[in-house]
């Protein structure tokens, strides 16, 4: 059954297209250097970056995002930074936080190193900055509160003297004005007195500082003054304190940080890349060197960033630095490919000319080309689906590089091999392009080790008209001879065929195992930061010290409930305790509620049941004038007559979580008890949008996109790759590899969120290449049995796979010293992706492909496989016309006798004639391994005209022995005619 409806049609395309650009090579270089020269000037003219973290990292759409639309717009949107304190704030806004421990002992509350915590404060209160013809402090930047700053808590306490009193508590303290508030959250270390409540000593404190940010105005004054304080917080000594410094502005200066490194990196990782290039390319022969070729495959990768980058600058879409990976995955796709092509010309005959060359190289090369490039770039196409902007972002860069990469690979870089062609046919130096002679002429050491090299067209030796030593490009390397000879009969051999499986399922088991276990999240607010930075110090010192009261999590009623109703008093009551009862939130000592202080307030003033206009007048009236209840007026929103309550706010406090699935789970727990009351209450916290939601959408936009992307591949492969069985081995090795590297993600650490998540896209892109031209090659194989197919497939495509697989490593091999958590993973995930995907390449899927691939059917033995190039096409018209014609080119010497040789068409099967020399048992044996020479074999007769025997049976003696044909792959009907006729004159000969 044929399955090859789209693949053959393209082959003729590209059959077509090699031989346009072998004869016509200069458009196809100047055009894609032009194109690429107009869209990079957008780069240095129009491209923006996004920086801001919260639309990089929350998922688009999430229930946060669509709560705080809400809240902001409809509910909250006169409560303003004038005017609240910081659990008030419905976004992350501007703040500077300050964690400091004492160097020389281990208590922060001694004397001394209080007065040192005292002139620290000093120096941010006096951190100035100029900006308009204006000097801006904090006192007047920060957040207000009663029309003053909100400052520290902590700080003002040691002003008062409550030190020297001996009475602070933990975790709860009380001030003067008889207000509470959390010590806990301030103090970290912290042991106790004597079994009591007062503290003894603390490792460290917290200071923090908020500042106004509603404004566009304030929002750039604010973004200044952070920068300000982070330089004079660098430069503050002290020989007492420690002091870990941490702003808003952090996050982005971090990322700034790492997308310069990458820019460094990159030339890095093309220097060494490169230089493999040149080192796998190299031959001893200076004609066929290819070291300026490599070089050239490099740069048509730089091309492809180079249009995609400016491309995307003039249509507005934004850089940010998880597109920064992008170039690695191009610089891996685009050698990869340059192998591939460079692997198919070197299987071409020198002996054709350049466009036919060309042509035959394209239409071996192209085809696997185009399968991996279109299921990459529609994957990655795919994966723009997510909910998460900074991955959407990589994808779309990902997706247009492909195919820009794919667009250059079968122009300009086509028609640098072409060029290359044209050089090696002229016999240049592969390094200074001057004419030199065949090694065989070489006229001393020096020149044949450093000059020589090519092919003489004319050598006579000894009467044979042609010396065929060293006259083809395709002589195999190494490698190639590696995989044919040894390891492609060793992998294919039933019992390692049989242990191959087992190890599969072993490797299966252990991969499904570690999924099973991986973890999600991620610190990804310090993970951003290099090891070493002063973000990632002071979450180290966060995370030992502050965790256990924290955060401050709200509960809020976003329409109108009936308050005065003691019904709806005790389901929101019911709501609150079964939060303060959880693992995941403190008792009732720490959440704050206006309505438990409101029922107090009415029980005091012995108002019982009161009615709707009574409850709200009191409340308003005499209850929030209060100056200790008036921290609640920013969480109980009235309506324009100030007679109904339409929305209102109450907090309880996370207990100690300590890793991002504790946070996950206490979101999620959080999130579901409201969801079940029958009030309409939601929850949210002003980090939730970036941080919690992140965590819940991470496991559902990765399972999604990549079902879709590997759907996605099953569907090409399915198309353009002729046998169904193969596309479905090529996807389910994809799956396989995906869920190798995720599960070897858990046992190396490394949690699934946005970074790790980037590098799965990036690894699903790999892993179907080392599938796919595996899985091609043993489609296109002339061999219909089994086995024969999978060791040609290795050694068609096993060589250039594994020099991928190497040029891909080298590019991230730099990242392994790295001291940047996004580095570090990238490189391992490469690294995983790498090992893994060669592992199914060249060990799995082979064995698979002979096990479940059936042997060819007996119709689909005369589909004619190999290549039919200039030379051969005229040699099937002259078997139309009656004659079997060399078509030996002209430019050569004058051919030996006889090329015309006079038969007869027949329709059935020749003659059984039998000879000396071949036994048609023998004949009619191999004739099914060349569906090719099998065609011709039947409908031609070939008639001898001398008394020596069958020359038929000569002809297929010669055709199918294996010591006269290198290999059905790359051999030619040209090198078949000039071997058939020296054997006839030698016959001649012996006749005479």
Not at 734 to 762: A, K, Q, R
Request: aromatic share 12%; net charge negative; with cysteine.
């Amino acid at each position: 059954m044929k399955f090859d409806c789209v693949e053959k049609p393209l082959r003729v395309l590209f059959l077509s297209h090699g031989k346009l650009v072998g004869k016509h090579p200069a458009p196809f270089i100047i055009i894609p250097i032009l194109l690429t020269v107009i869209l990079a000037t957008g780069i240095f003219t129009f491209l923006t970056t996004e920086k801001d973290p919260e639309v990089l990292i929350a998922p688009e759409g999430s229930q946060s995002l669509r709560n705080r639309v809400i809240l902001e717009e409809d509910l909250y949107s006169e409560v303003v930074d004038e005017n609240m304190l910081p659990r008030h704030q419905l976004r992350i806004g501007r703040w500077v936080f300050l964690i400091v421990t004492p160097k020389t002992d281990d208590n922060i509350l001694t004397i001394p190193n209080m007065e040192e915590v005292s002139r620290l404060h000093t120096t941010v209160m006096n951190v100035t900055i100029q900006m308009d013809g204006g000097y801006y402090r904090y006192e007047d930047l920060c957040l207000m509160w009663n029309e003053e700053c909100h400052e520290n808590d902590f700080v003002n306490l040691f002003d008062t003297g409550i030190f020297e009193n001996a009475s602070l508590t933990y975790p709860l303290a009380t001030k003067s004005n008889g207000e509470i508030f959390l010590t806990g959250a301030f103090i970290g270390g912290v042991t106790l007195s004597n079994d009591t409540d007062v503290i003894e000593k603390a490792e460290a404190l917290v200071l923090t500082y908020n500042l106004r940010s509603d404004t566009e105005e304030e929002e750039g004054i604010g973004l200044k003054w952070e920068g300000e304080f982070l330089y004079q917080m660098k430069h503050f000594i002290s020989d007492k304190l420690n002091v870990y410094r941490l702003a808003s502005i952090s996050f982005t200066e971090e990322l700034d940080a790492s997308s310069a490194i990458t820019l460094d990196l990159i030339t890095i990782v093309g220097l060494i890349v490169v230089t493999f290039c040149v080192l796998s390319t190299a031959m001893l022969d200076w004609i066929r060197t290819k070291p300026i070729l490599a070089t050239l495959g490099l740069l048509t990768a730089g091309l492809a960033l180079g249009s995609t980058l400016g491309l995307f600058a003039f249509i507005g879409i934004p850089y940010t630095n998880t597109a920064g990976a992008m170039p690695f995955l191009i610089i891996g796709i685009g050698v990869d490919d340059m192998f591939i092509m460079i692997s198919a010309w070197r299987q071409t005959s020198v002996h054709k000319s350049v466009p036919d060359r060309m042509s035959q190289a394209m239409e071996e090369s192209a085809l696997s080309i185009t399968i991996t490039s279109v299921t990459d770039a529609l994957a990655f196409g795919i994966g723009c689906i997510t909910d998460f902007y900074s991955i959407r972002l990589f994808c779309i860069y990902a997706c247009v590089a492909v195919l820009f990469c794919y667009l250059y690979m079968i122009t300009f870089f086509a028609a640098c091999v072409a060029i290359t062609g044209y050089r090696e046919e002229q016999n240049r130096h592969a390094l200074t392009f001057r004419k030199v002679l065949p090694k065989q002429d070489a006229p001393s050491k020096a020149y044949y080790l450093f000059c020589a090299g090519g092919t003489s067209k004319i050598s006579l030796n000894k009467g044979n008209r042609y010396n065929q030593k060293n006259t083809d490009d395709s002589s195999d390397s190494t490698l190639m001879i590696f995989f044919k000879n040894y390891y492609g009969p060793f992998v294919t051999h039933p019992f390692s065929a049989f242990t191959i499986v087992l190890l599969f399922l072993a490797y299966l088991g252990v991969a499904i195992w570690g999924c099973i276990y991986l973890e999600e999240g991620g610190e990804l607010k310090e993970n951003i930061a290099a090891d070493d930075s002063y973000l990632k110090l002071f979450f180290t010192e966060e995370k030992k010290y502050f965790r256990y009261y924290n955060p401050d999590m709200s509960v809020i009623a976003k329409s109108e409930i009936e308050y005065w109703n003691s019904n709806v008093q005790r389901d929101l009551e019911n709501v609150m305790a079964d939060l303060e009862s959880s693992e995941y939130f403190h008792d009732s000592n720490f959440s704050i509620s206006w309505l438990r202080h409101y029922l107090q307030f009415l029980v005091v003033l012995q108002i019982e049941k009161p009615s709707k206009e009574l409850f709200i007048n009191t409340l308003r009236e005499q209850f929030l004038v209060l100056p200790i209840y008036n921290q609640f007026v920013p969480d109980i929103i009235f309506d324009s007559n100030n007679q109904t309550i339409i929305s209102s706010r109450f907090y309880v406090l996370g207990k100690d979580l300590d890793s991002t699935d504790r946070e996950r789970d206490m979101f999620w727990y959080i999130r579901g008890i409201v969801a079940k009351s029958e009030l309409d209450l939601i929850a949210y916290h002003r980090a939730a949008p970036w941080m919690y939601e992140q965590y819940i959408a991470i496991r559902s936009n990765t399972i999604l996109t990549m079902s879709l992307g590997v759907a996605s591949m099953f569907l090409i492969s399915l198309i353009l790759i002729p046998h169904p069985i193969c596309a479905i081995t090529v996807t389910l090795s994809v799956v396989s590899t995906l869920i190798g590297i995720i599960g070897n993600m858990s046992h190396l650490s490394i949690p699934l969120d946005s970074i790790s998540m980037v590098t799965l896209f990036i690894s699903m892109g790999f892993s179907v290449d080392y599938s796919a031209h595996i899985s091609y090659a043993y489609t296109a194989s002339p061999y219909q049995h089994r086995r024969k197919r999978s060791i040609h497939a290795l050694y068609s495509l096993g060589t250039p796979t594994l020099q991928g697989a190497i040029s891909t490593f080298l590019a991230g091999v730099i990242f392994i010293g790295s001291n940047s958590y996004v580095f570090r993973t990238f490189f391992w995930t490469m690294f995983l992706v790498i090992t893994i995907g060669a592992l199914h390449g060249l060990v799995f899927l082979p064995v698979f492909l002979m096990i479940l691939v059936p042997n060819l059917e007996k119709e689909d033995k005369k589909v004619l496989v190999p290549n039919l190039g200039k030379e051969d096409k005229r040699t099937s018209r002259s078997i139309k016309n009656g004659t079997l014609n060399s078509g030996f080119n002209s430019r050569e010497s004058t051919p030996p006798p006889p090329y015309n040789i006079p038969f007869k068409i027949s329709s059935g099967i020749v003659p059984q004639q039998r000879s000396s020399k071949a036994s048609t048992s023998y004949v009619d044996a191999q004739r099914q391994n060349d569906p090719y020479l099998n065609q011709i074999y039947q409908n031609a007769e070939i008639t001898s005209t001398d008394n020596t025997g069958s020359y038929s049976e000569r002809v297929c003696n010669i055709v199918y022995n294996p010591n006269h044909r290198r290999s059905l792959h790359g051999s030619t009907i040209l090198d078949t005619r000039r071997q058939l006729d020296q054997n006839w004159s030698l016959s001649a000969s012996n006749s005479a």
